[in-house]
């Protein structure tokens, strides 16, 4: 069994890796409006030149990887921390640590930034809390299909709309135009972003209730999946480096044909200037079917690279990022809302077109690197990380974490 002090060097990498990787996403999010983040067709910039590649870089290596692979490494973390299901000791932590990070998420939601995930999180946690006494392989395998079945049907469905007549056709297109919002209505957004606090602080707010029932509908099967599979992988001993190499490698080639295949489609897609037809049915397959394969591919380089000695060392700072994994991600939201809300920010919303982002975002990246280690250098834990550990442990103090199966 793990002491308290000890850490698997694979999950603190990847977490670090997860939490930096999410930004480039977000960070249009922070920027642009719900619908152009959504829909780049409705991105306010021309989708051409250093605009277009970035969007096709940011969608082929980032979009849905990295949350992909932060939702799991967050199943992994429910079994390291809660143990077995009826586990005494730790199954009344694991409770109070989902129900904290639920009131997290309320407050990073309400208050501070619409895209939160943590309410999510907590919510799948409770219902994956009754399946972590499975096997590896049954969770490998539940996840997989739990994210596969629903996937695949809602791509049916949809696609289903390009056999339909034209008039039925331009019929569900124009509804679905009318969700995205008018050009009017995404101005209005704009405006809002750009004026008082009150304003910013009400439009995110109305974003945020929005997105509840998204999430409720779209997101909350999918991300239970990935948890599982995460678990699974744990228990498999995949996130701990303890497979044959030849796994790994077989991994890695796996992912780099998925990216590959990704990035196939979105070339086709964005030469065709993502018709909606497309960009809600047969053009979002790639991405939908095998960002879990890319994810994987990126934990098998990980692994390999620190297989590999001397190179692996290059990851190291990124060990500090994923131990403060929780601070660094609302740290983000702080700091990029400040850039684009105004009254209490800079009021950038609607103004910086993707390269001036993804500087951004590199900067971003630097400083939360920098910090991170500088921080970590002094204190056992992160700031909000400590918070967390407390209202979760309580009087009782801290058990040895679980060592996940051979």
């Not at 980032?62 to 299901?85: C, D, I, P, W, Y």
Request: include cysteine; hydrophobic fraction near 55%.
């Amino acid at each position: 069994m793990q002491t308290a002090t000890d850490r698997i060097p694979n999950l603190d990498i990847l977490r670090g890796l997860g939490v930096l990787g999410i930004l480039a996403v977000n960070v249009a999010a922070f920027a642009q409006p719900f619908s152009a983040y959504a829909w780049p067709a409705l991105h306010p910039f021309p989708n051409e030149g250093d605009s277009a590649t970035v969007w096709w870089a940011t969608h082929t290596f980032f979009e849905r990887k990295f949350v992909t692979l932060f939702s799991m490494l967050f199943g992994a973390s429910l079994f390291l921390v809660g143990g077995e299901r009826r586990d005494p000791q730790r199954s009344p932590v694991i409770r109070r640590r989902l129900t904290w990070l639920l009131i997290f998420g309320l407050i990073h939601g309400a208050l501070i930034w619409y895209g939160d995930i943590l309410l999510l999180y907590a919510v799948c946690g409770f219902i994956l809390l009754l399946c972590r006494s499975w096997k590896g392989r049954t969770l490998l395998t539940a996840g997989a299909l739990l994210y596969y079945v629903p996937t695949l049907l809602g791509l049916g469905a949809t696609s289903m709309l390009a056999f339909a007549p034209p008039e039925a056709q331009a019929e569900a297109l124009k509804g679905m135009q009318a969700s995205f919002g008018t050009p009017a209505q995404i101005q209005a957004e704009i405006a809002a972003m750009q004026g008082s606090f009150a304003s910013a602080f009400q439009q995110n707010l109305n974003n945020w209730i929005k997105l509840q029932s998204m999430s409720v509908f779209g997101y909350l099967l999918p991300t239970l999946a990935l948890m599982m599979v995460g678990m699974g992988l744990l228990k498999t001993g995949v996130f701990s480096g303890r497979v044959p190499v030849l796994l790994y490698v077989v991994m890695a080639l796996a992912g780099a044909g998925a990216l590959y295949t990704i990035g196939l489609q979105a070339r086709i897609n964005m030469e065709a200037g993502f018709p909606l037809l497309a960009m809600i049915g047969p053009g979002s397959a790639a991405n939908g079917l095998l960002a879990p394969v890319a994810t994987l591919g990126y934990v098998a380089a990980v692994a390999l690279l620190l297989k590999a000695g001397a190179v692996g060392r290059l990851l190291s700072p990124l060990k500090a990022v994923g131990r403060m994994a929780f601070t660094n991600y609302i740290a983000q939201s702080v700091i990029m809302t400040t850039i684009f809300w105004s009254g209490r920010g800079f009021g950038l919303f609607g103004e910086l077109d993707r390269p001036q982002l993804a500087m951004i975002v590199g900067a971003m990246w630097v400083l939360q690197i920098v910090v991170s280690n500088l921080w970590l250098a002094r204190f056992s834990q992160g700031p909000l990380e400590s918070v967390w550990r407390a209202l979760s442990f309580g009087k009782a103090g801290r058990p040895a974490a679980v060592a996940a199966p051979a």
